[in-house]
């Protein structure tokens, strides 16, 4: 058996040929379409030079484009290098350049930018994906050239071990680098996923919001679902509107997000009069729930929201909290089957359970990554002892339910005492006026650092900082509350929806 990742959209392609496999709007292919197109990807790489092991940029949007070239890239041997569509020049030259990638991918509206970066480069085509009847800028090829070959193509063997996915991280420090998942760590995500964790049918319509080219949506979303021979339904930008309307023409079962996206529908003033009684489990991760955004959206929408947690270093899924009855509020859940989850000191020593042994999430199991692509010493450094060293800050209860408490680096030390940037931003969001927050940490001349939030308020509502500091300050310790509030009228995101802390950070500066 080749241990490909393509062989799973084989064998629903085999298993229901017919079937609905991905839907955009009026748009529709099956799984022998689906399968056919993407054996012609792989054999226009293949007559294009790609050789197994080659790198290919891919950065597309949420169209039926991803899948067919993504699955056309891994049947051809070859490794997917998925970029963000807004990437610009300089980051596209970067991600290419460092992946050795051969060849990029793009979609038209990103084509100019794909260009500029490549042009940097020596020589790499350029293919560009787009509506129909559109045209490649020049100097590019269309997309529908590796659609020519034949749609009986045979994918190349791979191994268990062969990197199928490089996926670059944020880069919390630093540049990204290139986590080199492999066929069988993607493969296992799914395996757990659908038959362990969510129990995904043949019938189930998923809802692919959260874009392909992270690994949230790639993995649990996009993989997961034909793994289990379902219906991708995809929304290539995130509107509140746009997800609800979609949920009620398409009949969705099954809604991905992270807390953001989940706090917009909850508050769309529209919301009532969509029927969404098709969901039947709605799923969280990317960034902690906020315990109030989630108990609101469960009772108005009459869903379970389960949390789980991971990180593209993981494939991604580590963690999850597996039905109502199981789950605990504000926990991430139990470690997936296979994968073990410790607590660490600085020594690397396991901490014993209860909140107040805070120490680093330590991993290890089938999700893990190989390593950081072509960088030895930073794999070493966060795979000490044997176990992936995540960064985040958390503790385990006495039943095995882990929490998060916050990025190592983004841990306050405030006059020698610790403050956990989550904590203080859980309180803060059950004030009926707050609609987002971030708690960082500013330099102090007495203290070191000392506690700042930054609040974007609802729409209509009002508070002053005064306020919100009283709230903070009835509710958690005197070393903890933020001392200063600043009002914004948004916070950066990035694709998943997850505040970045270091572009807020950069954005305060530069006001002052």
């Known amino acids: 058996m080749s241990w490909n990742l393509a062989v799973m959209l084989r064998e629903s392609a085999r298993a229901n040929p017919d079937k609905t496999a991905v839907i955009l709007d009026e748009m529709r292919f099956t799984y022998a379409q689906l399968e056919a197109a993407s054996n012609q990807v792989a054999q226009g790489l293949v007559a294009a030079g790609i050789n197994p092991g080659d790198r290919v940029g891919l950065m597309l949007p949420n169209v039926p484009q991803f899948p067919i070239a993504y699955f056309g890239i891994l049947k051809a041997g070859a490794v997917v290098v998925p970029m963000n569509v807004l990437l610009k020049a300089g980051e596209i030259a970067y991600f290419m350049d460092d992946s050795g990638a051969k060849a990029l991918i793009a979609w038209e509206d990103f084509a100019a930018e794909a260009q500029k970066g490549l042009a940097t480069l020596d020589g790499r085509p350029l293919y560009v994906a787009g509506r129909p009847g559109s045209s490649p800028p020049e100097g590019a090829r269309p997309f529908a050239e590796l659609l020519q070959g034949s749609p009986r193509f045979d994918m190349v063997e791979t191994s268990s071990d062969d990197t199928a996915v490089i996926l670059y991280t944020s880069g919390t420090t630093g540049r990204p680098k290139g986590a080199e998942l492999t066929h069988f760590n993607l493969f296992m995500c799914c395996e757990v996923g659908a038959t362990r964790l969510t129990e995904l049918r043949d019938d189930d319509v998923t809802l692919a919001v959260l874009p392909l080219f992270h690994s949230f949506g790639q993995s649990n ?10 219906t991708l339904t995809l929304v290539p930008r995130f509107e509140a509107g746009k997800v609800l309307e979609v949920i ?51 009772q108005r929408f009459g869903v379970t929201i389960l949390e789980g947690y991971g990180l593209s270093e993981t494939s991604p899924t580590a963690s999850f909290n597996r039905s109502q009855e199981e789950r605990r509020i504000l926990s991430v859940g139990k470690p997936v089957w ?32 190989k390593g950081y692509f072509r960088r030895p010493e930073e794999t ?21 339910y882990f929490f998060i408490v916050d990025r190592k680096k983004e841990l ?22 707050v609609a987002q927050v971030a708690v960082i940490g500013v330099p102090d001349q007495r203290l070191g650092e000392e506690v700042k939030a930054v609040v974007q308020l609802k729409p209509g509502h009002r508070a002053t900082a005064e306020e919100l500091i009283d709230y903070a300050k009835e509710r958690i310790a005197a070393y903890k509350y933020p001392r200063t509030v600043e009002f914004v009228d948004s916070l950066p995101l990035g694709p998943t929806g997850k505040v970045l802390k270091r572009e807020l950070k950069a954005q305060l500066q530069a006001r002052t």
Request: proline share 5%; glycine share 12%.
């Open 338 to 369: 296979g994968v073990e989850m410790r607590i660490f000191d600085d020594e690397d020593h396991e901490l014993p359970p209860g909140r107040d042994n805070i120490g680093e999430i330590v991993i290890r199991g089938h999700n893990v990554m």
């Open 412 to 433: 306050i030390i405030r006059g020698g005492f610790n403050v956990y940037p989550r904590e203080v931003e859980e309180v803060l969001y059950a004030h009926p006026a």
């Open 380 to 400: 070493a450094e966060v795979m000490r002892s044997g176990w992936f060293h995540t960064g985040d800050m958390g503790y385990r209860d006495e039943e095995g």
């Open 221 to 230: 979303v996009m993989n997961t679902t034909f793994y289990a021979g379902g």
């Open 248 to 298: 009620q023409r398409d009949r969705v079962t099954i809604l991905l997000g992270v807390p953001t996206m989940y706090f917009a529908l909850l508050n769309h003033p529209d919301a009532g009069r969509f029927d969404t009684s098709s969901l039947r489990l709605c799923i969280s991760g990317g960034a902690s729930m906020p315990g109030e955004v989630l108990k609101a959206f469960e």
